[in-house]
């Protein structure tokens, strides 16, 4: 398997994964403290060593240039390259630098991206995973909120107004108190 296939698997795999995830009235951090603790449950289930606030190859800017940038989670496969994420509910320019080098350095870059819908593709080889979610305003204060429901407790669809049957009444046989049968 090639290098292009496997990111699409793994990919895919974490997408599905994330599929059941809900959430109600959460803030920002705590979304994303959700969604890193859903990947590192994700990668241990597939058996890799999870390392969480791993190193980057990818130095942080002046002043603090000697240091290193951190990845949400890395992950060590025994048979395969690395597979690197990064848990964002903003479009970061840092985020899509960081993913580029580690790409270069011969990891699988995964970018899963959090909110409404309307996000941007990544340039390749980073792999895209999306969730969305709804907002609403939180209490004074507390600013925003985010909730994920299952897909049954979506709305349903608008339905036809176009009649298709009889639309006379039909009179049940129900028994009234009181009244003969």
Known sequence: MDLAEDGE???ASLAHRLDGLTFEDLTTDQVT???VDAVVAWATGEGWRVY???ASVLPLP??????QSVLDVACARPDRPPVVVEVDHTDRRRTVEKLLAE???????IWLRWGVPGFAAPPAPIRMVTIEVSRRNGPAG???L???RPAADRPAPAHSVTAVGPTAPLALP???PGEPD
């Open 103 to 109: 790409a270069g350095a011969g990891r699988l870059p």
């Open 9 to 11: 698997r793994v990919a």
């Open 146 to 148: 985010y909730s994920r």
């Open 52 to 54: 969480r606030r791993a």
């Open 62 to 67: 002046p002043p603090l240039s000697g240091r």
């Open 142 to 144: 507390q600013g925003r």
């Open 33 to 35: 403290t959700r969604l």
């Open 174 to 176: 129900i028994p009234i």
